[in-house]
């Protein structure tokens, strides 16, 4: 199980993360309580062994202003989140990383993973960073498969039934392992890690 923790702020945040063992950490590098410069995302993500896939998390930025926030701060993936549409993610390719496409899952979405270029694909509640639940019936007739993540409301109490039931590659949380809005907790942190792959 593959396991992203999103929206570290600071550098006992990503030390947490790496020693819980985490796949991927995320940095929020656009408009959000938990927004971190390009400046500190770049030394927050210095610290992070090769292992450990790094994520600068945009939303409602143009490609062009993506890929300077991904160079300025370091990066090694980029993860778009909402109406990108596929030429974002040519314009994206660029940098030669990984994208992630971040989307709600209606009807209309396409669920195959990479059909945008993407090299993973992240299904997550309307509202990206909310901790909102979404109903999993939506997956019913509409599973992607290979690379695709859970998100939106997970959190240590609730993401073994929720991968139970949708069977993702991989999980992704930000809101269920804070105190307060963009204050992580170590301990959920780990708790989380260890439920995701329990
Ligand atoms: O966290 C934010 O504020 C944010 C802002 C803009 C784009 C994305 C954002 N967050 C993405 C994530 O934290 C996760 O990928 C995902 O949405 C899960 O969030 P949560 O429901 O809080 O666990």
Redesign the pocket.
């Known amino acids: 199980m593959y396991v992203?923790l999103?929206?570290l702020r600071t550098a006992a945040d990503v030390a947490t993360a790496v020693d819980a063992g985490a796949d991927a950490i995320?940095v929020?590098l656009?408009?959000?309580?938990?927004?971190v410069s390009p400046e500190t995302a770049r030394a927050l993500v210095r610290e992070v062994p090769s292992d450990v896939l790094t994520v600068g998390?945009?939303?409602?930025v143009p490609a062009d202003e993506v890929v300077r926030l991904a160079r300025e701060s370091g990066v090694g993936a980029v993860?778009l989140?909402?109406a990108y549409p596929e030429s974002a993610f040519r314009e994206v390719a660029v940098l030669g990383v990984p994208l992630?496409r971040?989307v709600g899952l209606t009807p209309e979405t396409d669920v195959r993973v990479g059909a945008f270029g993407e090299d993973m694909l992240?299904l997550?509640?309307p509202?990206?960073?909310?901790?909102?639940?979404w109903d999993l019936s939506a997956l019913d007739g509409a599973r992607p498969e290979g690379k695709w993540?859970l998100?939106?409301?997970?959190?240590p109490d609730n993401v073994a039934e929720a991968v139970a039931r949708a069977r993702p590659w991989g999980v992704?949380?930000?809101?269920?392992?804070?105190s307060s809005r963009?204050v992580k907790d170590h301990g959920l942190m780990r708790a989380f890690v260890a439920a995701a792959r329990g």
């Open positions: 992203k999103c929206g995320g929020v656009t408009a959000s309580p938990r927004q998390v945009v939303l409602g993860q989140h909402g992630i971040a992240l997550d509640s509202v990206a960073g909310s901790g909102h639940r993540l998100a939106g409301g997970l959190g992704d949380v930000s809101s269920g392992i804070e963009g």
